[in-house]
């Protein structure tokens, strides 16, 4: 059997559990005594050693056996599930991590000694606590001896050889077996042990009843004053398999990991039907349905050209289906962002350990959604900005008590849609940030006038939002080096999202993200500069204008653009991707919208709106912040996707 | 064959091997009470177990299969260290048990000595 094929299986599947086990670990740890989380945690350290064992993975199957074994004494009320026990517990579980990526990716494990180590010292002492014996047996009596020999290596020969007497006592009654019964369950013989028996039965019928427990090599029947039968040498059986006939259903052979829905009577039970999918055909799915909207896209133009009535009317259907498609396949990617989120728990624990802190950690709307690659980008601005809140928004148990504040600081995630955002809030009711100190640094980094006195929300934001500025004097292991918000707020940017903050002086803070759900395909505005093609996406476009002339002024020195009631700033795509100016006067404005915030842009042409697939464009970084990724066209040419955020 | 494990993982692996030696698997349950609900509905001729599942064990899932069917032909699935557990299986009216890590060939013969 080739263990790759199961590799991949083997990694999702253990993820799951040691999610499950950092969660029944934050139960036990505020419920000691608590039985469920014990056997959530046994049952999850239990598979992860089965799969690991049948892959070959050594290293990982000896700490789950370990700590297997450690939750047998707990469960068995031999060890107290006490703080020292679930510290070990925490260790155990970070380590079986490292050491399930470190196997998968074909790495050497990292070092686990010391923390098997501990665990087996543990268990030695749960061991004190005799385990369950079962039914002893007289031993040294005289009756019908069946002396089995079992193969070499025979897995868990103990109950090998307790099966054989249980098969044989059936025929008769059992005096005793050698050695006794509690020590062929312990393993305690080599490879040899005797049944001794009343019994009438035949001694080929006793040598036949032996060899059923499996695993016997041979077996001999010494009957009081009879010579000895002996079993037949060890025979190497073809065992012939059975074409099985029976039974209604058929598994489709392809499917590997199909839930199994029974088709059955009115009786039926609630079977989940659910199937695995790997993630990549998802993503596959989702680039083809991009090309087919781009192909769309083309033959729409074609079909403006034509004016071919029959023409319009199965492009409109064909439209149709495609729109509802790409709503199924984005539907699909949908994941419940409790998937990424409940690993936070274990997270914020153990910050908040480390900084002395008490944190009562909420997670709300666990089950909203969002796209798989978007959660999977999201995950760690958010761990960034919890990471904050426990080191520098709440405060310690004492700073708290002398606030007037309950002792344990509290800490909220949130979830929430909003139309077709998602919302994802951290909160904390903590010292919020110190406006003082930053409108103090702004101004002796020349950020802001002087004569300044306060920061509002978005300016307070916009500072801290700065790259490399930080209030933080101490630079400590959580967060803090000057890389915090501004590195979340461009990852959010990136995503398509803008990112919020709120905070009040002794209150709290609160940061939001609102995050497009679904990922990929936004409808954008094309805009034509020189020979290039630019997409500006439509939800930051408030709308788009011919400019008459007397409209375009200048105030000090800089070109507006009054609309309406409104003076707005105007601004050249010319010279921001740094091109000469047009000839000839140009007069297209696509006026952008960002929050509170809006501006004009002068383009050569508009193309009108498209829906487009933005691909990961690797220049954001490095390049100028003025786009936020790329797209293909229909005709195949790329544009670049306009960052408004950045713009603005 | 009805196939009673937790992990797919686990299911997957040992499925795969019933059905390339012929066997076909009618059924799957990932949990104790499954497994008995899909005991009394398929009737499988075999039935595999793990000794760990969430929602009522392996075990005392055997003894409920038992209770209903005395004829029923299940087959443990075990990992090494579990003595008390597999005797207490087999105690509950398991006919034989297998260790993991699977080996077919193992798989196969535990299959066969069950079937008779």
């Not at chain 1, 990424?340 to 997670?363: C, E, T």
Request: hydrophobic content about 45%; aromatic content about 4%; proline content about 5%.
């Amino acid at each position: 059997m080739d263990p790759s094929r199961y590799a991949e299986l083997f990694l999702t599947e253990s993820q799951e559990h040691l999610s499950a086990i950092n969660t029944s670990l934050l139960e036990l740890e505020r419920a000691p005594g608590a039985e469920a989380p014990v056997a959530a945690l046994f049952r999850a350290m239990h598979t992860i050693k089965g799969m690991a064992a049948t892959m070959g993975y050594q290293a990982v199957t000896e700490i789950a056996h370990e700590a297997e074994s450690l939750l047998d004494g707990v469960r068995r009320g031999a060890l107290r599930a006490d703080h020292v026990l679930a510290d070990l517990l925490f260790a155990t579980a970070d380590l079986l991590e490292r050491t399930i990526e470190a196997t998968t990716d074909g790495h050497a494990p990292p070092d686990a000694h010391d923390v098997l180590e501990r665990m087996r010292a543990m268990t030695r002492l749960a061991r004190a606590t005799p385990p369950r014996s079962l039914a002893s047996v007289r031993g040294g009596a005289a009756g019908t001896r069946v002396v089995v020999t079992l193969e070499p290596d025979t897995p868990l020969k103990g109950v090998r050889a307790w099966m054989a007497a249980q098969k044989l006592a059936a025929l008769g009654r059992l005096v005793a077996t050698e050695p006794a019964e509690a020590a062929l369950q312990a393993d305690q013989f080599d490879r040899t042990f005797t049944v001794i028996l009343e019994t009438a039965a035949a001694p080929d019928l006793l040598v036949q009843v032996a060899r059923g427990a499996g695993f016997v090599e041979s077996a001999e029947v010494h009957v009081p004053g009879a010579a000895p039968a002996v079993s037949p040498a060890p025979v190497t059986e073809e065992h012939e398999i059975p074409e099985r006939a029976s039974g209604a259903m058929h598994r489709p052979s392809g499917a590997i990991t199909a839930e199994f829905a029974i088709p059955e009577g009115a009786e039926r039970v609630r079977t989940q039907r659910h199937i695995r999918i790997d993630l990549r055909r998802l993503d596959v799915l989702m680039n083809l349905i991009g090309e087919l909207v781009i192909a769309r896209g083309r033959l729409q133009a074609i079909a403006a050209d034509r004016k071919d009535a029959e023409l319009d009317d199965a492009l409109a259907h064909a439209s149709r289906l495609v729109s509802e498609l790409q709503d199924e396949i984005m539907t699909t990617r949908l994941v419940p962002v409790w998937q990424v989120f409940d690993r936070f728990p274990r997270l914020v624990r153990d910050a908040a350990r480390s900084l002395g802190k008490d944190v009562d950690f909420v997670i709300e709307g666990k089950e909203i959604e969002l796209d798989r690659s978007m959660l999977d980008e999201i995950g760690d601005p958010v761990v960034h900005l919890l990471r904050n809140a426990v080191d520098h928004g709440l405060e310690t148990p004492a700073e708290r008590r002398a606030a007037g504040k309950s002792p344990s600081g509290r800490l909220r995630l949130a979830a929430m849609r909003d139309r077709s955002s998602v919302l994802i809030r951290v909160s904390d009711d903590g010292r919020g940030i110190d406006r003082e100190r930053v409108l103090a640094k702004a101004k002796r980094l020349g950020l802001v006038e002087p004569e300044v006195e306060a920061l509002a929300d978005d300016e307070l934001f916009r500072m801290i939002a700065r790259p490399g500025f930080s209030t933080s004097e101490q630079v400590t292991d959580l967060s803090g080096r000057g890389v915090g918000i501004d590195a979340v707020a461009t990852r959010v940017r990136q995503l398509g999202g803008t990112l919020e903050l709120r905070s009040e002086d002794g209150r709290g803070t609160t940061v939001t993200a609102r995050l497009p759900a679904t990922l990929a395909i936004v409808r954008a505005v094309l805009a034509r500069v020189a020979d290039e093609t630019y997409a500006i996406p439509m939800t930051h476009v408030s709308e788009t204008m011919e400019l008459a002339e007397h409209v375009n002024e200048t105030v000090k020195g800089r070109e507006v653009l009054s609309l309406r009631e409104d003076i707005l700033p105007l601004m050249h795509l010319r010279d921001l991707v740094q091109l000469p100016r047009h000839r000839d006067r140009i007069n297209h404005v696509v006026v952008l919208e960002m929050a509170d915030k809006r501006a004009g842009v002068l383009v050569d042409r508009l193309l009108g709106q498209q829906d487009i697939v933005v691909k990961p464009y690797d220049g954001v970084r490095g390049g100028l912040a003025l786009f936020s990724g790329a797209t293909i066209l229909g005709d195949g040419a790329p544009a670049l996707i306009l960052d408004v955020n950045s713009l603005l | 064959m009805l196939v009673c494990d937790d992990a797919i993982f686990m299911r997957t692996m040992v499925g795969d091997i019933l059905q390339q030696a012929g066997f076909e698997i009618i059924g799957e349950a990932e949990t104790g009470v499954q497994a008995v609900e899909k005991y009394k509905q398929l009737r499988p001729d075999l039935v595999t177990m793990d000794i760990v599942m969430p929602d009522m064990g392996g075990i005392d899932a055997v003894r409920e299969i038992t209770k209903f069917d005395p004829n029923a032909k299940v087959l443990m699935c075990s990992a090494m260290g579990q003595q008390a557990l597999v005797v207490e299986a087999i105690q509950a009216g398991a006919k034989d048990f297998v260790v993991k890590p699977f080996q077919p060939s193992r798989v196969l013969e535990a299959v066969q000595r069950v079937l008779g």
